[in-house]
Every structure is written in structure tokens, then in C-alpha cells.
């Protein structure tokens, strides 16, 4: 790779990145658990997660890192992740503070693209990256929300239809354009989804996902965040 190229990978975002830091209160910053999520599409995954940062912002600050462009392979994806751990553990300044970076992975059902997914992983996780796969697609996870199924989809676009039905039948109304879809609907159904995943993925199932594990992570440091804030809280009415 040439001496420039990583630079100039990433640096559109590199403002915006700037940006979200100086946004940053500087006694927050060296206190609260920071999430990097990078993941491999640009719009539907950060939408949900950006409903989760809503929950949990409180106690964690999540990074939500699109794809660097449409179609980003994971090779790519991954590079973006472990870039984003490192400009964060700089940031935070502290080895104490807790920094955590994700990428997000479909494998889909093209030979070379799960291989590409399954070496990203290997080298993702190397780097102190930690990797969500899914079986073909992130939709596993929004669907398994509304339905529990762990079937076989011939491709992504028939997850997708599936949610569409899905979401139709419990909310009597459609979808729309997945990016735009109101995740709040059903982010409070994320501890029932998380254990039909489970299952799945322990049953080997055609269909699954791992995205489950980002939000056991993070609710872990929020609980361990809250058990902390009480503790404090004791001590100062105890002084």
C-alpha cells in the first residue's frame, strides 16, 4: 500500500469524525464507554443503531459508522473498524476508559464474498476488532424482531420481503424504504430477538445472526455503568 492510501481512504470522513469529537464533552469523553459499530451498508444497520444510542446515552456514547461507500467489501469494512478503534483509544487518552469497536457483516450467498467475510473477520479480530457476521444479511436481525425463524433465504431481497410482510402484519402498516423505517417500533423487542439468535446460531440454523453480541456488549457496560453511578452515589451520601 502506498505511504498516502489509508489517509486518503478515509479522508472524507475525516471532518465529520473531528467534528463528533470536539462535540464531545471533555469530562464525558474520559468517562463514558465508547462503541465504534462500522458496518457494511450505509444506511438500514446504522438507522437501528442510532435508535439504540437514544437508549443508552446516558452511560455508553456509540460511534455509528456507515459503510465508506455502497457495496464496501469487507476487507474494507474492516479496515474502517480498526481505524476507528485506534482514533478512539486516542481520543480517550485513558487505557482505564472503555473502547470497544464492532463491524458489521453480511455473508451472503456468493462463494467469494463469505470468504472475504470469514478472512476480514480473522483479521479484524487480530486488531482488537470485533465482528458481527449474519447469514445472508443484517435483515436476519430486524426480522427476528417481528418473527422467529431461522429458514433458509435464497438471497437478501428475500429477507427483506419477509420483513416487509412482517412488519405489515404487527403494525398494519408498511415498511416503506428500510432505511426510513421506524426502528423505535420495535428496539424494546431486542432482548426476544437476541434469544431467538441465540437459538438459531446454536442450532446451526440456514438463517442467522451475531448482531445479538453488539447488544449484549454494550448492555453489559450499561449495567456495569449503572451499578457504578449507584455505588458512587452511596459513597456521597455516606460522606
Excluded at 470468504?115 to 435483515?139: F, I, M, T, W
Excluded at 427476528?144 to 433458509?152: N, S, V
Excluded at 403494525?171 to 424504504?177: E, V
Aim: hydrophobic share 35%; with cysteine; net charge positive.
Amino acid at each position: 500500500m502506498a505511504a498516502g492510501a489509508h489517509k486518503s481512504r478515509y479522508s472524507k470522513h475525516g471532518r465529520s469524525q473531528r467534528a463528533w469529537r470536539e462535540r464531545q464533552d471533555v469530562g464525558t469523553r474520559q468517562t463514558r464507554p465508547v462503541f465504534a459499530i462500522v458496518c457494511d451498508d450505509t444506511r438500514t444497520a446504522p438507522a437501528y443503531f442510532c435508535e439504540l444510542q437514544r437508549l443508552y446515552k446516558q452511560h455508553v456514547s456509540l460511534r455509528i459508522v456507515s459503510a465508506p461507500c455502497k457495496g464496501a467489501s469487507p476487507d474494507v469494512v474492516v479496515s474502517k473498524a480498526i481505524y476507528e478503534l485506534n482514533e478512539l483509544k486516542k481520543d480517550q487518552g485513558d487505557e482505564s476508559n472503555v473502547t470497544i469497536a464492532w463491524a458489521v457483516l453480511d455473508l451472503e450467498h456468493e462463494k467469494p464474498r463469505r470468504e472475504q467475510a470469514q478472512n476480514a473477520k480473522r483479521h479484524a479480530e487480530s486488531e482488537g476488532v470485533k465482528v458481527a457476521l449474519s447469514d445472508p444479511c443484517y435483515e436476519v436481525w430486524t426480522l427476528l424482531h417481528l418473527e422467529d425463524t431461522g429458514k433458509r433465504f435464497e438471497d437478501c431481497g428475500k429477507v427483506l420481503n419477509r420483513v416487509k410482510r412482517a412488519w405489515k402484519e404487527t403494525f398494519g402498516q408498511s415498511l416503506g424504504p428500510k432505511a426510513q423505517a421506524d426502528f423505535s417500533k420495535i428496539i424494546a423487542w431486542r432482548v426476544k430477538a437476541a434469544e431467538r439468535a441465540k437459538r438459531h446460531l446454536k442450532n446451526k440454523d440456514q438463517s442467522w445472526t451475531e448482531v445479538y453480541k453488539i447488544i449484549e456488549d454494550i448492555e453489559s457496560i450499561v449495567q456495569r455503568a449503572g451499578t457504578k453511578a449507584k455505588d458512587s452515589g452511596k459513597n456521597q451520601v455516606a460522606g
